[in-house]
């Protein structure tokens, strides 16, 4: 069992730049993938980018591409999302998941543990 707890969210105008942490509990996070999804209002939940459990590969969605860098830091039981040029369409709720199986994956739904979301706001 793994308890996520995000933090970093909040307001910022368009161009700006936030970096998500997500704190995971327990020992094993380094044998855990780890995934950031996001969800904005009266919209289903759309994949952001994961990273693999010893932080060797990446993947985005190909709209965020060269925007969003997803790191990770087992030492500190960590994982980011450093966003950068932040458009009003990335407004959402941010959540970050960890999956047991050693395969990155881009469907929440194999996602087996979430945190709690923060919150995203992009002014223009």
């Known amino acids: 069992q793994v308890q996520l707890v995000e933090s970093g969210g909040g307001l910022v105008q368009a161009g700006g730049s936030l970096r998500l942490s997500c704190a995971a509990s327990?020992?094993?996070?380094?044998?855990?993938?780890m995934g950031w999804f996001r969800q904005a209002p009266g919209k289903e939940r759309e994949f952001v980018a994961t990273i693999s459990a010893s932080g060797a590969v990446t993947s985005y969605a190909d709209s965020l591409k060269g925007r969003f860098t997803i790191s990770r830091d087992n030492a500190k039981n960590t994982v980011y999302l450093q966003m950068n040029s932040l458009k009003p369409e990335d407004t959402a709720v941010y959540y970050c998941?960890?999956?047991?199986?050693?395969?990155?994956?881009?469907?929440?739904?194999?996602?087996?543990?979430w945190g709690q979301g923060t919150q995203v706001t992009v002014s223009s």
């Open positions: 998941a960890a999956r047991e199986y050693p395969q990155i994956a881009t469907r929440p739904l194999v996602y087996n543990y």
């Open positions: 327990g020992r094993t996070f380094s044998s855990y993938v």
